[in-house]
């Protein structure tokens, strides 16, 4: 009897599955999504029913904006103590060898693209970098105007170096947040990633209240 009763309550469960799947296909307007995203939207429908959300002063949807200014300075300040025997400087620095080192030979304004700077603030990094011989430039054959930048094997030799203590740094980041808990984040961080990306790359120009006006009315 309880084998039975088992089945039906397993049975229960893969139906609201099924229906939950149903509802994120008919959100997405897609049938062509993947595990990630599912589970994401499954995060994001039972944790809010589960976890009890703490009173505060400000509201959250108000705070997010410096909750995240704050964890830019704990991460800035972990990175900087395991950087402090490297030739890489700055999380800045590492970044924009990753993005060499994993992109191929990129343009000076590719390279600036993938790690969200200005233009003047990324040529100062580059800068950088070239004069401590982690980086070269060179021409580009289709573009005469254009740079190139490659890494050198001073810099993919700090660059290696450096990755155990960044993966330390990101373990300490993460807190005490359980495996569940850090899915959640990350997708809810690329999620937004994904919104913002095309708004730095087009829309430099736009004002706040344009970009509102466009994305949210």
């Keep these: 009897m309880s084998e039975i009763f088992k089945l039906k309550m ?15 296909e008919t959100e997405q307007n897609s049938t062509n999504i993947s595990m990630e995203d599912f589970v994401g939207f499954l995060n994001k429908k039972y944790l809010e029913r589960i976890l009890t959300p703490q009173p505060v002063e400000v509201p959250a949807k108000n705070n997010i904006g410096q909750l995240v200014a704050f964890m830019y300075r704990y991460a800035k300040g972990y990175i900087k103590k395991a950087l402090e025997e490297s030739t890489i400087l700055t999380l800045d620095d590492f970044g924009y060898l990753a993005a060499v080192w994993q992109y191929g030979n990129l343009t000076k304004t590719q390279v600036i693209e993938k790690n969200i700077h200005e233009k003047n603030t990324g040529m100062e990094i580059i800068k950088r970098l070239i004069n401590n011989q982690l980086l070269e430039q060179y021409d580009d054959e289709q573009d005469k105007r254009s740079k190139r930048l490659k890494i050198t094997p001073l810099g993919q030799a ?31 961080l690329n999620k937004l990633h994904d919104f913002h990306n095309p708004i730095f790359l087009n829309e430099k120009e736009t004002s706040v209240d344009k970009l509102l006006e466009k994305y949210f009315d």
């Design 10 to 24: 397993d049975y229960n469960i893969l139906q609201k599955i099924i229906g939950d799947l149903e509802s994120f």
């Design 158 to 188: 700090e660059f290696f170096k450096s990755i155990d203590g960044m993966q330390k740094v990101s373990k300490i980041i993460s807190g005490k947040l359980s495996d569940v808990e850090r899915l959640q984040l990350f997708y809810l």
